[in-house]
């Protein structure tokens, strides 16, 4: 019998990819078991329709997360900060998880997580706002709490420390724009800083890669994960190449971009702080190369580009 994956999230961007990469891998012994909290949407549908077994599971509904756990062999755990931008909520999140995984005696769980950010920047540090009273960068830092919990379950667990993903260049509201002059400009608080980056569905092949190596190879492990390290003006440039358009790079000061006043902004504009302000640290923990190891089909950004760049809004 197949060893059953139960996918939270399955709906989402690194679920949908972890799902589609176990159904399209017909002889590599998992099944895909997505969890969502509507199994009659149109995406939940289209995932029965590949194969996979589509379960109801509602995150904040610990006892729909048990069901959905048990008789797996492992899970994928991810969290949705930015559906109610709570810390509380993702950590109640993230325990309802823990704790169904520990009930069911799963074999393997992969956390999707990030770094700590606190470890980079103590909150009595001034270079960027302390918010919510705890955090630097919240939808950061609350992972890195998350982890704990996990830890605590006394199963094999995989932290996969993700990174930026292209698509919010599509959806995110973070594409290039027009200025007063009508010429087009990509606006991020990079300075001349590298940021990692990866395509969302490689998450999901990257994760799967690392439930076939199993407990032994990687539990209890960090894994750092993406698809290039980019300036902001490389990303302009390749932008302006794909999309057939000169699009330059404005490099937003990060108090400004931090007072732009959409919600999030503070969180995001400290994210990219300590982007730019830790290049180094962040890149190194995200190795390309054993990102490749892992995932042979990874994107470049330029691959990427030429995959989506129809579906980039240029306003």
């Given amino acids: 019998m197949s060893k059953i994956i ?48 589509v379960v109801q599971a509602d995150l904040h509904d610990p006892a729909s997360v048990r069901r959905a756990f048990e008789g797996a062999y492992g899970a994928y755990c991810v969290t949705f900060f930015w559906a109610h931008m709570s810390t509380e909520t993702e950590l109640a999140e993230a325990r309802s998880m823990a704790e169904a995984a520990k009930s069911a005696r799963l074999q393997h769980v992969i956390c999707s997580t990030l770094e700590d950010t606190r470890k980079f920047v103590p909150l009595s540090d001034n270079r960027m706002p302390t918010l919510m009273g705890r955090y630097k960068v919240p939808h950061f830092d609350v992972k890195g709490e998350a982890d704990a919990l996990f830890a605590a379950s006394g199963v094999p667990v995989t932290y996969l420390v993700t990174s930026f993903y292209w698509e919010n260049f599509i959806y995110f509201g973070m594409n290039p724009k027009k200025g007063a002059d009508g010429k087009l400009a990509l606006s991020l608080p990079m300075a001349d800083k ?25 539990g209890g492990k960090r894994i750092g994960i993406a698809g290039e390290h980019l300036t902001g003006a490389e990303i302009a440039a390749k932008m302006s190449k794909a999309l057939g358009q000169d699009i330059t790079y404005n490099a937003v000061p990060f108090e400004v971009f931090r007072n732009l006043g959409f919600p999030g902004a503070d969180d995001l504009g400290n994210m990219f702080q300590v982007y730019a302000e830790f290049e180094k640290p962040l890149a190194d923990a995200r190795d390309l190369a054993k990102t490749r190891a892992l995932n042979p089909e990874l994107q470049t950004f330029d691959q990427w580009l030429a995959r989506n760049k129809e579906k980039i809004p240029l306003e």
């Fill in 6 to 53: 139960a996918v939270a999230g399955a709906t989402g961007a690194q679920g949908g990819g972890l799902v589609r990469a176990i159904l399209a891998d017909k002889s590599g012994g998992f099944a895909a078991r997505a969890l969502t909290r509507d199994p009659g949407s149109d995406k939940a549908k289209a995932l029965a329709d590949l194969g996979a077994d």
């Fill in 194 to 218: 590298k940021l990692s980056g990866i395509a969302a569905e490689d998450i999901g092949k990257t994760a799967y890669a690392i439930f076939k190596k199993g407990p032994a190879a990687t």
